[in-house]
């Protein structure tokens, strides 16, 4: 069965596959003549070019080769794409020119603005790959679209997710294998994440924190089905860290204000009581000895999981609130 980060990924090609099409056509037809051929030799430009780019961009972690390449110098992984870009561009269009076009000459007076609006057009996808994912690409269109230049009140879910015992396996591992571990980690967590459709707000040291705009099933579901991904994969923790990683969570649903902050460098931000309360109760876990607990106020909102049981805990007292918060201890029973 396809996994939701492979179906993610194919969405992304088709979508930006579709969009580079319906430029293409539309410079073909208003660079050259005006005709049907040229909007078609646009698309098929765009096909030549944008297929190995797209999935230069989409694989290239899935690699090896890549992935080493990526862990040299910037100037040396950016020289490689500049070069790799460049041939892929010149031989799209000069290997489309030969197949499809009727021109006597493949470089006439059209090649060289195809050629600076291939680079302009692979440039531009490039820089929405990166930036998508440093910020998360549904991050990346809420701050083109302005969506959260005004801060507008939000109800919604969040998941903290804190790795268990990680001052212990830094010591162990050092800083390096550490981190290696860290990123291994939240692969996992965020396999989860795209399976339950979940946003990744953020990671914060070894914790991941995940939101929903609505509370359901999902959420509720996640930080178990995260355990069987880390499950899933003991194996490869285990020749590679000597150990499988742990996680506590917590789970909580209320309002936040979510809005752009920041000056030098933008981000959207949630604040409120709600993710505060969620901290805590991530607190709490260590104390009450529950790997994932939840708040009444996120259970009152959804349906368990049949897989999933929920028990009634005593009442958490939080500093800075008046009422006691009821939650519970989340698990599976006992087959």
Not at 79 to 88: E, K, P
Request: proline residues 4%.
């Amino acid at each position: 069965m396809t996994s939701s980060r492979a179906r993610r990924e194919w969405q992304i090609f088709l979508r930006v596959s579709i969009g580079s099409a319906v430029i293409s056509a539309g410079f073909g037809y208003f660079v050259g003549d005006r005709t049907l051929h040229a909007a078609v030799m646009g698309v098929l430009h765009s096909i030549a070019i944008a297929t190995p780019l797209l999935l230069f961009e989409i694989k290239a972690q899935d690699i090896r080769p890549l992935r080493r390449l990526r862990r040299q110098p910037l100037l040396v992984y950016f020289g490689f794409r500049i070069l790799f870009y460049l041939v892929v561009i010149i031989g799209g269009l000069v290997t489309v020119r030969l197949l499809f076009d009727d021109s006597p000459t493949v470089f006439d007076e059209t090649f060289r603005p195809s050629i600076i609006f291939a680079a302009v057009m692979s440039v531009t996808a490039n820089l929405v790959f990166e930036l998508g994912s440093l910020l998360g690409f549904g991050t990346l269109g809420n701050l083109l679209t302005g969506h959260y230049v005004q801060p507008r009140r939000e109800h919604r879910a969040f998941v903290l997710i804190d790795m268990k015992d990680s001052t212990g396996m830094a010591e162990r591992l050092g800083s390096i294998r550490f981190h290696e571990l860290l990123n291994a980690f939240f692969q996992d967590v965020t396999d989860a994440a795209l399976d339950c459709r979940a946003e990744i707000h953020k990671y914060v040291g070894d914790e991941a924190i995940l939101t929903w705009t609505r509370a359901d099933g999902d959420c509720i579901a996640c930080p178990f089905i995260a355990q069987d991904r880390i499950a899933a994969n003991g194996e490869r923790y285990r020749s590679r860290f000597g150990a499988i990683p742990q996680f506590r969570a917590a789970l909580h649903w209320g309002e936040i204000v979510a809005g752009e902050i920041g000056d030098v460098r933008r981000e959207i931000a949630y604040v409120g009581d709600t993710l505060n309360v969620a901290a805590r109760l991530l607190d709490a876990t260590k104390s009450l000895g529950r790997d994932v607990l939840a708040s009444m106020d996120l259970l009152d909102q959804v349906t368990l999981p049949q897989e999933l049981k929920a028990e009634p805990l005593s009442t958490l007292t939080l500093r800075g609130r008046s009422a006691p918060l009821a939650i519970a201890a989340l698990d599976r029973p006992a087959r």
